[in-house]
């Protein structure tokens, strides 16, 4: 098949940025230095334009897993386009499409089946997708924001705005105009690209399947640190509708600690999160099955894949009792049912089902130390 055409544009932008930021930058910092007021600024619009991304254009708009105030949504559109990754509109509908038909190479804009290159940078040197161009079909409710369309509309004029304004308005106050525009234009610009790129790539390639394998996605604490909480991958492509990435409080997810931030000085509103109990049974199903594979090839295998089973089965049914028996008294206190629900039935027998479904986690945990 004949390859689609190039396309020129983004193929300068590309190579033109990362060879100043390749090249440029680092004989620059030789040759004359960068003091910290400079390197500081470059953090701060590199952290800007990554949490534009991450809380703006793919949790708020992309899969919306919260709603936020206008205030917040214009910081997060100037910021997207500061980040240069195309408008909100068409950054959204790619988006979806990938989720809705990840790894169908026929579908996906960025399928990680093609490859690396493709799924990194690749699918946007060419007109790969050429007859989706001028189809939002699929955002057809972010049409109806006024923020989203007033940035789609203008979309060029604000990249120009913001990467060229704020370096040289910055280079300006400063009193260093070349420092300015290696290191927070093309430096900056360069990082926030291929950070957010390594979502599309890295985090489909490298990393555990911790919750699902019908897809390519994976979770990698070591990526989420460079992409402000994203790296948390396959999590979210199974659970796309949560605010979360990174749902234990230990792992590093900046666009969640910032969402929630928000959230109590009332500037998002209407958090999704996945329910607990689904999130564990998928957790689980997924150690189920890495085990039954490994147990496949053992001398007693149909022994232990039915000991196996049990224990699993076991395990779910408490689960099951535990998560009941927690809404029914997270349900009694948000409607003040019980006078003392400290001291009620239904705390009581709360805290008999968590003790025995974590005696079967135990047992579960032992069998499979054991066997596996």
């Known amino acids: 098949m004949k390859k689609p055409k190039i396309i020129w544009l983004n193929v300068s932008v590309f190579v033109i940025t990362f060879l ?52 917040l949504r214009l910081i997060f559109a100037i910021g997207g386009a500061f980040a240069l990754q195309n408008s909100i509109l068409h950054w959204s509908s790619d988006h979806r499409i990938h989720h809705k038909h990840v790894d169908n190479n026929d579908v996906d804009p960025y399928s990680a089946k093609r490859g690396f290159w493709y799924s990194h940078i690749g699918w946007m040197l060419r007109e790969y997708q050429a007859h989706r161009y001028n189809n939002y079909s699929n955002v057809r409710d972010l049409q109806k924001d006024g923020i989203v369309m007033w940035q789609h509309k203008n979309y060029l004029l604000l990249t120009i705005a913001t990467n060229f ?48 394998e019908k897809n390519t996605a994976r979770d990698n604490g070591f990526l989420a640190f460079f992409t402000f909480g994203e790296g948390y991958h396959n999590y979210h492509h199974i659970f796309e509708n949560d605010y979360r990435n990174g749902i234990r409080w230990w792992q590093f997810d900046p666009t969640k600690w910032l969402i929630k931030g928000c959230n109590f000085l009332g500037l998002t509103y209407q958090l999704r999160t996945s329910p607990e109990d689904k999130v564990e049974k998928a957790r689980l199903a997924m150690i189920l ?84």
């Open 20 to 71: 100043f930021a390749a090249i440029a930058v680092p004989y620059r910092a030789i040759t004359h230095g960068f003091d910290s007021a400079e390197i500081t600024m470059a953090i701060i619009c590199f952290i800007y334009c990554g949490m534009s991304i991450t809380a703006g254009y793919h949790r708020l708009w992309s899969h919306k897993t919260y709603q936020a105030h206008w205030s």
């Open 289 to 372: 099955k890495k085990n039954q594979q490994k147990l496949a090839t053992h001398p007693n295998a149909e022994e232990l894949l039915a000991k196996l089973q049990h224990e699993y089965d076991t395990l779910i049914a408490k689960l099951n009792d535990f998560y009941a028996a927690k809404k029914q008294l997270l349900a009694a206190k948000k409607q003040k049912l019980v006078a003392d629900i400290e001291q009620s039935e239904m705390m009581k027998q709360y805290h008999e089902l968590k003790q025995r479904m974590l005696e079967q986690q135990q047992s579960w945990q032992f069998f499979i130390e054991k066997h596996a």
């Open 165 to 212: 304004g704020i370096p040289i308005a910055f280079g300006l106050w400063h009193g260093d105009l070349i420092n300015s525009i290696l290191l927070i234009g093309f430096l900056r610009l360069v990082l926030s690209h291929h950070t957010t790129f390594f979502i599309n790539s890295l985090a489909h390639i490298w990393g555990k399947q911790t919750y699902t």
